[in-house]
Structures are given as structure tokens and as C-alpha cells.
């Protein structure tokens, strides 16, 4: 079972650090969606990709156990409508953060697959600047971040 919490945040970044600190090691994982100005609906996706095209950008931080005793490196999602980004394009949203672009899909968005002694600092970060810059409807400055801890 999960429990799920919800936090807006904006400059103050730090009760969203400690919400991605608390999923680590495989204990869950947290969504980060820009609050925007009009009512829009957040994407989804289903088998196929997509469900449709317009929507609020989603970046999702899923973290792993151990495995054998080893720190697992977790993955970042970014649900978003602009298509293939390509490498040029991910390397400024990356921002030289360590993250390996596992997937640039048109349909499933992107990828990463990030090191297990990242800073949650540098998560959020990452996030952030992703949903900001592919979110394609007026934001309000503000996030909001959904973690879901695993009992």
C-alpha cells in the first residue's frame, strides 16, 4: 500500500527535497507538475503512448531497493507534448546533471536513469526546470510534487 502526500512549493524548496529524500532506496516515488493559470489536465498515458496531446507537463522520480546489497540508480520520467527532444535539447534540460537518457520517445516521453548517490537537490532541480520548459499552458510560478511512500 501506498500513502500518498501533496505539497506546493516554489523558492523554498525545502519540505519537496525532503519528500524526494524520503522515497529513496525503493520506498516510492514523487510526480512534480507546475501549477498553472487555466484549469488543464495533468497528461497520462496509456499501453500506446499518449492519450492525447495537450495537457500539463508531468516529471516523475521513481526510485529502487538495493539489490544484493547495492544501491540501485533510480529513474526520471518527463511526460510531456513536444515530441522527440533530441540530445542537444535533453543535454540543456539535464543541465550536466549525471542522468543517462534511457528513452526520447515522441509518444512516452523521456527517460533517465539517475545515479544513486544524487543529491534530491538535484533532482527537483532537474525536474523543475523540465516541467517548466516543455510545459506548453501559462504557469503560476508554483509546483506542486505528489509523494507516494510505500508501507
Known sequence: MTTPTSI???NDRTEAIGAIESVAAGRGWCNVVPNVVDDVDELKVNFLGLRKLEGVTVATFVSRPARHGTAQP???GVLHTRGRLGRARIAELVD???FRLTQDHNQRGLLLEVP???PAALVLDVMCRCTTALCDVAMTGTWRL???LRD
Do not use: W
Request: hydrophobic share 25%; aromatic share 14%.
Open 96 to 98: 550536466g546533471a549525471p
Open 116 to 118: 544513486a548517490d544524487t
Open 8 to 10: 506546493s512549493f516554489s
Open 146 to 148: 505528489d509523494r507516494y
Open 74 to 76: 533510480s529513474s526520471l
